[in-house]
């Protein structure tokens, strides 16, 4: 199954997901990836998916919106090292084997975010 599926899955309200921060997007692109069970992933696929699925996944509005807001996810997570791109084929990437399991990396994108905030406060 396509990782569109798990990501309509994964997400709480698609609504919501086009307000998320990068590393929100992040963390639910990467349960995602985790559910999916596909052992590489392709951001170009991801995307295409969103818009042209047969029957449509997301209305109108959401699909037109969505590519951005995840592929800006996507890249927070290639900047954490959790998706990597594989060295034989930049076009796929594979989940980063830093870290040992999905909750650790689940902790990661959590922790970024709280980070972000606390930064905001002192601002």
């Known amino acids: 199954m396509d990782l ?3 990501l309509r899955d994964a997400a709480p309200d698609l609504a919501d997901l086009l307000l998320m921060e990068a590393e929100e997007v992040g963390g639910i692109l990467l349960a995602a990836c985790h559910r999916s069970g596909h052992a590489q992933f392709s951001r ?5 998916n969103v818009q042209s699925n ?6 109108d509005d959401t699909a ?9 996810g996507w890249a927070w997570l290639e900047r954490e090292c959790l998706l990597i791109a594989k060295p034989n084929d930049p076009n796929w990437q594979f989940l980063g084997s ?3 399991d999905h ?11 709280a980070e972000k905030k606390a930064v905001g406060q002192r601002s």
């Open 103 to 113: 909750s650790q990396k689940m902790t990661v994108a959590a922790r970024a975010i």
């Open 98 to 100: 830093g870290l040992v």
């Open 64 to 72: 037109r919106h969505l590519p951005a807001v995840l592929a800006e």
């Open 4 to 6: 569109v599926y798990y």
């Open 54 to 59: 047969t029957p449509p996944i997301f209305d």
């Open 44 to 48: 170009h696929n991801l995307l295409l």
